[in-house]
Structure formats: structure tokens, C-alpha cells
């Protein structure tokens, strides 16, 4: 791909973030909106849509002469221009992308995890704008529906442009088995629009992958090259990061080789319209948040209780304005989230908490300690806030 970039330790030509995320790490630049932020539209904002990141933001200095490269193991080799990806037939398609560290400081909390520390928000929802993978394929010679190429190729592999430590300095790279991306119903997207509008460089400028109801660390920033390889990804984030062990393996006794790399995401539910703990005058409160899950299944229903689990009320759920929202309809986002609201009147100190079932009947698991794992992925448990009265608030001082 031609046009220069920055060297991988130089952070001085970072771009301008809203004053208003919450910065996790700085360089790399990681951030996530606040809990209120974040609900506010079902379409996340730009410049408040999650920011998760590995090194510096690559820079283009001559988009004119940028290109994807495509190959491996097919017969058509190609290089494809800016251009050429927007002469095919564009789709609009809108799908929450979630960071699979997600709800990554609730998890470290009961047993000390590695990674960036994240709270309910690594998350964001937006309308992307862009030409299907699969008919990106098809221009060299892979036709809809295939799972092995004749030259034996079974996984497409994505390759960004960035620069990342865990990599020695090489590029970011993740891969999808071919029969999701030659899935034209899969929707999985070269996109170059976010929100109607040219991808920022925070989120992938120029070209960037975006693979819906998958972790997002699949959905490669920066495009540089889209191979058709035998085997997947062998690179650090597919081999060696973004998988799920079960509680008892810890660094002593961790082999990556044993688990596959994490692709969908389970069910998951968060409270935003409060924090962890608040003060409140006793009387109606309003619970909101999100819910969603991996792989187009939709989200049945969202429950909340205020005494401990024994009882569960059921929220409202919405997406957008003035349609009910059906999971599997045709008028339903099958690739986002949904929002969901409640009001409930609190006389004294209540603890809230929430869990979703999604299309599937799969259920959030009560306690975070039965999901806990090395690398603090997929923390899905009930999630819990603490509401205190202003009057039992007193009563301490």
C-alpha cells in the first residue's frame, strides 16, 4: 500500500477527542464514553463511539495513491483503490461493535485480570457505509457461499496498516473463516462511511472491516491487505490474546493453542443511566441502558430486580423511534443493540440489577466469578448498581 506513515513510537500527530471520554490509556489512545453519553442516541456519535487502539493512528499522506491488496491462495490477484471498493454497490448497515474487554474493570475486581481497564461503555452503535466482503471477493474469482477455495484456502485474513508492539512492530492482523465472509447475509463490510460520513482516522480511515455481531477485535482498522489463507490468523491477536479459558488456568498454566479464538459474543446488559454507586432522594428512578448480543441473535427480553435476583420486571425495549422493536423482524436492527428503560420507585438503600435473554434463550450468568478468566474477556454477569438514600446517607456522617 503505498503513501508514508509515522513511525510506532511517534504519538505527537494524535487526533482531537471529545473532552468528554473517559481516557483508559493515553498512548495507545483507548477511551469509552460515559454511561449517560453513551445511551443517549440509539447511533452512537463519532466522536463518542468507542476508541480502542494498539499503537499510533496511522497516517496517509497520499490517499490518492492508496490501494488494498487482495490475494493468497486465489487465481486473481488484485489491488483495489479507494475507488474501485465505492464503484461496487454500497450497503448500509447498522451494528454495534463491542470491545471483547468490555466490563474488563468489574471483572478484575474479584481476581487481578491483564489488559486495558474498561467499564460498561467499550461499546458503540453506528450506521456503516461500505461495499459487502462478499462482492469484494467475487471481483478475484471467490463466489458467494464458499468455505474452501480449490487452491485450499478456508480463512480470510485482514491486515491493517498500524503498527503494534504485541506484533514486534509489525501490523494488526485477525481473520473470519471464508464461508462468513463470502455470506452475503453475513453483512460483513469493507467500509470507508461511518454515520454518513468518511470514516475519522480514530476509526479505520480510509478502508476498514467491519464484521457484525463478532468481537471487535476482528473488525480491522487501517486496511492494507485481505489474504485468503489455509489456516486462520496466526498472529498475536488471534493466537495469543482475545481467548476464553475457564478460571482455573492463570499465566503458570495458560497453553494459547487449546482455545479457539473468540469470534461472536454472548448475551450482555448493562445499567448507564447510574454509576456503581449513587446518591438519591427516595422516589422514582429511572433505569436505563443497553442490551445486545453476538451473531444477529436479538435480545428478548431485559429483566430488573431490586431484591437480590428473587423477582425480575421486565424493561421496554426500543431502537428506534416510533417502531416497536420485534427481535428477527425485518424492521429490527439484527446487528445492534437495544436500549431499554424502566422507571421504579426506591423508599431505601436497593441494589438494581439487570440481565437480557437473547433469540437463543441464552441467559447472563449470575456471578462474574464463574466466567472469570485470565485475560478479563466477555465479563457478562448480572450487572449491579447501588442506589443509597440521601436520609440513610446522613445517618453515617
Known amino acids: 500500500m503505498a503513501g508514508a506513515l509515522r513511525g510506532p513510537s511517534d504519538y505527537a500527530q494524535e487526533p482531537t477527542r471529545h473532552p468528554s471520554l473517559r481516557i483508559n490509556a493515553k498512548e495507545p489512545f483507548n477511551a469509552e464514553a460515559t454511561r449517560r453519553d453513551l445511551v443517549a442516541s440509539y447511533i452512537t456519535p463519532v466522536d463518542l463511539f468507542l476508541k480502542r487502539n494498539h499503537g499510533p493512528i496511522p497516517i496517509l499522506d497520499d490517499i490518492a495513491s492508496y490501494y488494498v491488496s487482495i490475494g493468497g491462495l486465489v487465481d486473481r490477484p488484485a489491488k483495489l483503490t479507494l475507488d474501485d471498493i465505492k464503484r461496487l454497490p454500497k450497503y448500509n448497515v447498522t451494528a454495534t461493535l463491542q470491545c471483547a474487554g468490555n466490563r474488563r474493570t468489574e471483572m478484575s475486581k474479584s481476581r487481578k485480570v491483564r489488559g486495558v481497564g474498561w467499564d460498561v461503555c467499550a461499546l458503540g452503535n453506528a450506521t456503516w457505509g ?4 462478499s462482492d469484494v471477493l467475487q471481483l478475484i474469482g471467490v463466489p458467494y457461499h464458499t468455505e474452501i477455495t480449490l487452491s485450499g484456502g478456508k480463512h480470510v485474513e485482514f491486515t491493517s496498516v498500524d503498527q503494534c508492539p504485541e506484533e514486534k512492530g509489525g501490523p494488526y492482523k485477525a481473520s473470519i473463516p471464508l464461508g462468513h465472509a463470502t455470506n452475503p447475509a453475513a453483512d460483513v463490510l469493507v467500509a470507508y462511511e461511518m454515520n454518513g460520513e468518511v470514516l475519522k482516522r480514530d476509526h479505520g ?9 463478532v468481537i471487535g477485535a476482528r473488525s480491522v482498522k487501517w486496511l492494507n491487505r485481505i489474504d485468503i489463507i489455509e489456516e486462520e490468523c496466526q498472529g498475536f491477536f488471534m493466537q495469543k490474546d482475545y481467548k476464553m479459558f475457564p478460571p482455573s488456568v492463570d499465566w503458570d498454566n495458560i497453553v494459547w493453542s487449546t482455545r479457539k479464538p473468540q ?9 448507564c443511566s447510574l454509576e456503581d454507586t449513587n446518591a438519591i432522594i427516595p422516589g422514582e428512578v429511572t433505569v436505563a441502558g ?94 449491579r448498581v447501588r442506589l443509597l438514600t440521601i436520609h440513610n446517607l446522613r445517618s453515617l456522617l
Not at 441464552?362 to 465479563?379: A, C, F
Request: net charge neutral.
Open 130 to 133: 461500505g461495499a459487502k466482503l
Open 263 to 271: 469470534m461472536d459474543y454472548p448475551v450482555q446488559s448493562a445499567i
Open 205 to 213: 480511515y480510509p478502508l476498514r472491516v467491519v464484521v457484525p455481531g
Open 290 to 383: 443497553y442490551a445486545l448480543s453476538g451473531g444477529g441473535r436479538g435480545i428478548e427480553r431485559v429483566e430488573i430486580s431490586t431484591d437480590g435476583g428473587r423477582t425480575w420486571s421486565g424493561a421496554v425495549r426500543y431502537q428506534k423511534e416510533g417502531v416497536p422493536y420485534v427481535p428477527g423482524d425485518v424492521t429490527s436492527d439484527k446487528w445492534a443493540w437495544v436500549l431499554f428503560k424502566t422507571v421504579i420507585d426506591v423508599r431505601g438503600d436497593t441494589e438494581i440489577i439487570v440481565k437480557a435473554v437473547d433469540s437463543g434463550a441464552n441467559v447472563q450468568p449470575e456471578s462474574v466469578d464463574t466466567i472469570w478468566n485470565l485475560r478479563g474477556i466477555l465479563n457478562t454477569c448480572w450487572h
